[in-house]
């Protein structure tokens, strides 16, 4: 998945029906929503922006949570495959907060999309 272009296809087809999006799916998409992010194209960035935000909503909270909890005793493998994607995507949010941080001052509706960015990454501080 190095093709950009397809990467927006399927990311479009993917916001438009956000009941698809799944953690599971989460830790393959991050890396390429970063360079979405950083694209010289508007709708790439867009895209970039409106998948970012859905991951946020939707997983935001329950990555941070994953992140604090004590293991449990016993096992539970579930829990464990949970707890390490949460871990995975923490660490790939994390590293898209120089992106977020730099272009939030832009003017615009992509400013206010990087600036809404930021403040959804806040749970993560």
């Not at 694209?39 to 960035?45: R, T």
């Not at 909890?69 to 994390?94: A, F, M, N, W």
């Not at 941080?101 to 403040?119: C, H, I, N, T, V």
Request: aromatic share 6%; net charge positive.
């Amino acid at each position: 998945m190095n093709d950009l272009a397809i990467i927006v296809d399927i990311l479009n087809i993917i916001n438009l029906k956000p009941a698809l999006w799944k953690l599971d799916l989460c830790p393959s998409i991050i890396p390429p929503i970063d360079k979405l992010l950083q694209s010289k194209y508007e709708s790439y960035v867009q895209t970039g922006c409106t998948s970012l935000k859905l991951i946020l909503q939707r997983f935001g909270l329950l990555i941070a949570d994953n992140l604090v909890t004590l293991p449990s005793i016993g096992v539970d493998i579930t829990r464990e495959e949970r707890h390490q994607k949460c871990k995975l995507c923490y660490k790939q949010l994390k590293n898209l907060l120089p992106i977020l941080q730099s272009k939030a001052g832009m003017p615009g509706r992509q400013g206010s999309a990087f600036r809404e960015l930021q403040l959804l990454m806040a749970a993560f501080e």
